[in-house]
């Protein structure tokens, strides 16, 4: 087993990192933003293959987190990793009946449901994944730090070089900023903006990404609720829109009421990493891992699992 650079500390490197420790390597993540200033803070993280391809690598990665997001919900409450369930609005139901999800089979208990908010034709209902992020990345970097690697706050220029005193191989995990440290002109970001309200007593999630422009979502969390969102292509802004979070706010009221009168604690702006598909594949010592567009958490674990499977 060897050295490895994690050039990254958002969701997929922490993933990985953990991945390469347990699989016995000498592991340091780099990055300019450590873990709770990363976009991977900002997300709702609910579990759902979201901008993120090829449909059908997207569909095993996708299948292989399930699986972990489960067992550690279930064995590791402190990761702040919940199985929640909730209702995703379907298309509407004029015409034919609406096809199950691409990703239905990853899910053990999907089914159709009416039992929706005036206005809505009717949804899916299934049990998800949801990370408390601000928990779940102090887990992960905890896991990386017990298993002896470690996290480094480092503004890079370019990837780190292998050999000769630097590691045996190199990560990139490096999200949004693989535009520049990979050269990669197809990376490009997607503005998400999400207002976090007071927890009003809801326990289940709520998901439209038929009836917009941008998805509405509504994900509980133990002390707030995360309220989004917004899908800007190419926007690099992370300062946030009052008048986006008015209308966030009001798409949202459509979906769950309840939310009528709740504070507004906080807004937050995140960039997803986009990209026609993800880039995962070795390329001599480094293997890239990037690109991942609004499914970071979704794909974290099956991932890292094959980044783990590349330096075997």
Known sequence: MGRVTVVGAGVIGLSCAVRLLEAGHRVDVLARD??????SAVAAAIWHPYRAGPQDRVDDWSRGSYEVFAALAAAYPETGVRMLEGTEIRPSASGPAPD???WAAAVPDLRETV???????????FTAAVAEMPVYLRWLSGRVAELGGSITRLN?????????????AVVNCS????KFLAGDPSVHPVQGQVVLVEQVGLDRWWLDSVSGESPTYVVPRSHDIVVGGTDVEGEWSRTPSPEVAAGILRRALRLVPALAGAEVLAHKVGLRPSRPEVRLERVGDVVHCYGHGGAGVTLSWG?????????A
Do not use: N, S
């Open 156 to 168: 890079l220029h370019g990837l780190p070089t292998t050999g000769e005193g630097g590691p045996d």
């Open 115 to 125: 039992d929706v908010p005036t206005g809505f034709d009717g949804g899916w209902v």
């Open 175 to 178: 999200g949004i900023g693989a």
């Open 100 to 102: 199950l999800p691409k």
């Open 303 to 311: 991932c890292a699992d094959e980044v783990a499977d590349l330096l």
């Open 34 to 39: 450590l873990p709770l200033e990363t976009t």
